[in-house]
């Protein structure tokens, strides 16, 4: 399993692995694929520590960090900094659903945040947020490769980022949204089919990933969305694709922060249990359907509000989820693909890597062996 994408960036095997826990992104990477840290939820300062953590055990694997700045959100237009820009938008939130999303957690028996984690909170889910994460991504050398989810990154980020000396990556739901990261300079095109954990578009991994190839030939895609074997990075491999990067599979890691309750919620899930709701991040993202996001459905309540709004009323159930994770699993934030119906054990990184390997080694030996058989 070797693409010429995997020599660009000096690894082993082109699996990407996504994730919010440093001790994953060391696990892949130097099991021979790449780690990339989901940088959302980190202030600049809490990422610059996690970013040294993982600088000191990485050894000298390459690794990615992944920042969210959207197309289209509140305030976009305004040209406030992060403090001014959190003011305004702190303002246009409505009572009724910051109350709504208040009851849901309170009838659920979970104690509210207090203090800064009950406060409407914007992470970085925005430029001005995000932006401060990149500068401290780029004082790490071996972060290689700065990733965009939701949008083309704006064109000084992207001319910053190759400046620098690394590549950028931007994921996509269509092959109209490819061609404009293509066209402003990105060199890895992310691929997520509509099954795929966390934000997503409409339109199935199968039928996605060969129209993006085609879009932004010869820009290597990688194929994001239900993948969680060898035999579907097999499968990722002869569309087209020259790589796969996956989230869900990094849930179910002895690595991984998630708890021993919210894992085994992962591994009695069906593909069915998922949902692409707007009731956390105020844009379409699959995870676990529970309470939380079929009370944001029905009708008469409260609608879920735009991005970045929306998270500052569900933040608090987040952080109360961060704080309590085996407490509030029915009204938790839980992003995770189709795939959760297949992962049903919680195995080390390293062992996942190389069953991946595996796997994509007996499914393309099977199709070796038809061929023979047909020409023989
Ligand atoms: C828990 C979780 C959180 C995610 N958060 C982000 C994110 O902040 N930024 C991003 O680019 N992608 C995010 N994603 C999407 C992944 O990068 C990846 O594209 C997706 O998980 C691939 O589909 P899969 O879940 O079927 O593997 C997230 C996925 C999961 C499962």
């Not at 969210?68 to 959190?86: C, H, Q, R």
């Not at 970085?124 to 071996?142: D, F, N, R, S, Y």
């Not at 062992?351 to 023979?372: H, K, M, P, S």
Request: contains cysteine; charged residues 20%; hydrophobic residues 40%.
């Amino acid at each position: 399993m070797h693409t010429p994408l995997c020599g660009e960036l000096g690894i082993e095997f082109p699996i990407f692995a996504f994730t919010h826990c440093r001790d994953v992104v060391v696990a892949v990477s130097k099991a021979g694929g790449f780690g990339v840290l989901g940088a959302v939820g980190f202030t600049p300062e809490q990422l610059e520590v996690e970013l040294n953590w993982i600088d000191e055990h990485i050894g000298d694997h390459p690794y990615g960090v992944d920042i969210v700045i959207p197309n289209k959100y509140e305030g976009m237009d305004s040209n406030l900094s992060a403090e001014e820009l959190t003011k305004m938008l702190q303002s246009m939130v409505p009572q009724e659903t910051l109350d709504f999303g208040r009851k849901i957690l309170t009838d659920h028996g979970v104690p509210l945040p207090e203090g800064d984690d009950n406060a409407l909170q914007l992470l970085g889910w925005t430029e001005a947020t995000a932006t401060p994460q990149v500068e401290i991504a780029l004082q790490h050398p071996k972060v290689t490769l700065i990733a965009n989810a939701l949008g083309t990154p704006p064109a000084d980020m992207i001319a910053h980022i190759h400046d620098a000396g690394r590549k950028v990556a931007a994921l996509c739901g269509s092959p109209a949204q490819a061609r404009k990261h293509a066209d402003a300079g990105v060199d890895i095109i992310i691929a997520q089919g509509g099954e795929g954990g966390g934000h997503c578009g409409e339109v199935g991994s199968i039928v996605l990933w060969p129209q993006v190839v085609k879009e932004v030939a010869p820009i290597p895609v990688l194929a994001a969305g239900g993948i969680g074997s060898g035999q579907q990075i097999a499968a990722a491999l002869a569309l087209g694709a020259q790589g796969a990067w996956s989230g869900s599979q990094w849930l179910m890691v002895e690595e991984a922060e998630n708890t021993a309750v919210q894992q085994a919620a992962y591994a009695k899930a069906s593909s069915r249990d998922t949902v692409r709701s707007r009731s956390f991040t105020g844009k379409p993202c699959r995870m676990l359907r529970n309470d939380w996001t079929e009370a944001w459905e029905k009708e008469g309540n409260p609608a879920p509000l735009g991005m970045p709004l929306q998270y500052m009323v569900s933040g608090m159930a987040v952080a109360a989820t961060h704080k309590y994770p085996d407490e509030t699993v029915d009204v938790a934030f839980n992003p995770v693909g189709q795939v959760v119906g297949q992962l049903t054990k919680v195995e080390k990184s390293a062992a996942v890597i190389e069953r991946w390997v595996q796997e994509y080694l007996d499914a393309t030996g099977t199709l070796e062996q038809f061929n023979e058989a047909a020409n023989a």
